[in-house]
């Protein structure tokens, strides 16, 4: 696990990923152009998990399967 700390919607917050998990989220926010604190602000605000690192994790999942195209 990797903890980070970011500022998103105007508060701190560290969030704990795999390595794996932050390496996909910085390929996804680069590809649609925006920073990371960003994508993952994007993230928090859509969220039904309420557990933030759970609801990037899905948000990995979802954006590599329909990359797939399943």
Do not use: C
């Not at 994508?39 to 990995?60: G, H, Q, Y």
């Amino acid at each position: 696990m990797r903890k980070r700390s970011l500022t998103i919607a105007g508060h701190r917050t560290s969030i704990a990923l795999e390595p794996q998990f932050w390496d996909a989220l910085e390929s996804i926010a680069q590809t649609r152009d925006v920073s990371l604190p960003h994508l993952i602000a994007e993230i928090d605000e859509t969220r039904e998990d309420p557990n933030l690192s759970s609801a990037i994790r899905v948000f990995v999942l979802a954006w590599y399967r329909s990359a797939s195209g399943r």
